[in-house]
C-alpha cells in the first residue's frame, strides 16, 4: 500500500497536500489543470522533490531518506527516458543491470519483454531509429523488465494520436496486469483516465483528492471537475 501521510510541499504562492492511500495493484490517473500540482506530486512520490511536511510510505516503510534510484518504482517521461547513443535492447538491459553486464538469461529476457511489446527484431537499432509509438513501447518493455511495485508516468503518450495512444494505454494496462503494480499516470485528458480503468485523482485548489472511480467521477463531476471539464 502507498500511503501519502499529509504530504505537503509550499513555496510563495504555491502550496499542495494529499493525505490518502492507494492500494497495491491500483491504476490511478492524476488529473487537474496545468500548474495544479500533478507532476509535483509525481517528484515527491519519486524522491526528486523534497517534501515540506508529511510522509510518502510503501508497506508501512517511510520513503524520506531513500534515493530515488533505490525507491520501488520506475518512472517514465514524456520523452521516454530512452538514452539515444544506446540501442533499444541496451536501453532495456539498464533495467536489469545498470553496467549492461547481462547473462545470457538476462539477454532472453530483453528479447522477450520486446516481443511482449511487439517490437521483436528492433533491439539493434537506436531510439532516433523508432517512431513516437515504438519508443513509447520500448519505454514500457523496460518498465516490464524492472518489474518495480510502482510505476509512475508523467504525461507518457501525449504527443502520440488519439488512435495510438488508445493503443498505448491498452499495453499500459497489459503491463501493469503482468508485473501487478501500482499505476499513477498524470494527464490532462479524461479519454486517458477512463482508458485506464481505474481510479483518478482530481488536483485542485491545492488539494490531490483522494481517487474515486473515473467512471464515477465523470458522470457526476463535482464542480471544480465539471469547470474542468468545460461543463455548464
Known amino acids: 500500500m502507498l500511503q501519502l501521510d499529509r504530504l505537503t510541499y509550499a513555496q510563495p504562492g504555491f502550496r499542495l497536500t494529499a493525505d490518502w492511500t492507494a ?50 518504482l520506475t518512472i517514465l517521461f514524456q520523452d521516454q527516458n530512452l538514452f539515444p547513443h544506446l540501442t533499444i535492447a541496451q536501453n532495456l538491459g539498464l533495467g536489469l543491470r ?46 516490464l523488465l ?14 502520440l494520436g488519439p488512435a495510438l495512444r488508445q493503443e498505448m494505454l491498452a499495453l499500459l494496462r497489459e503491463v501493469a496486469e503482468r ?20 481510479l483518478t485523482a482530481f488536483v485542485a485548489d491545492g488539494i490531490v483528492h483522494p481517487p474515486v472511480p473515473t467512471a464515477d467521477l465523470l458522470s457526476d463531476p463535482p464542480p471544480e471537475v465539471r469547470a474542468y471539464l468545460g461543463r455548464t
Do not use: N, Y
Not at 545470457?104 to 509509438?133: F, H, M, N, T, Y
Not at 524492472?146 to 504527443?159: G, H, N, Q, S, Y
Not at 501487478?180 to 499516470?185: C, E, Y
Open 146 to 159: 524492472r518489474a518495480r511495485p510502482i510505476l509512475v508516468l508523467d504525461e507518457p503518450f501525449a504527443a
Open 98 to 143: 545498470p553496467d549492461l553486464r547481462l547473462s545470457p538469461a538476462q539477454q532472453d529476457q530483453v528479447e522477450d519483454a520486446l516481443l511482449k511489446v511487439g517490437l521483436q527484431g528492433l533491439g539493434p537499432r537506436r531510439p532516433g531509429q523508432l517512431s513516437g509509438g515504438q519508443a513509447s513501447r520500448a519505454a514500457l518493455a523496460r518498465a
Open 179 to 198: 508485473t501487478g503494480a501500482l499505476v499513477l499516470m498524470v494527464t490532462h485528458d479524461p479519454e486517458d483516465a477512463l482508458a485506464l480503468q481505474g
Open 23 to 72: 492500494a497495491d495493484a491500483s491504476r490511478i490517473a492524476i488529473m487537474g489543470p496545468s500548474g495544479a500540482g500533478k507532476s509535483t506530486l509525481l517528484s515527491m512520490i519519486a524522491g526528486f522533490l523534497s517534501p515540506t511536511e508529511g510522509r510518502v510510505l510503501w508497506h508501512s516503510k517511510d520513503l524520506r531518506d531513500v534515493p530515488p534510484g533505490e525507491r520501488p
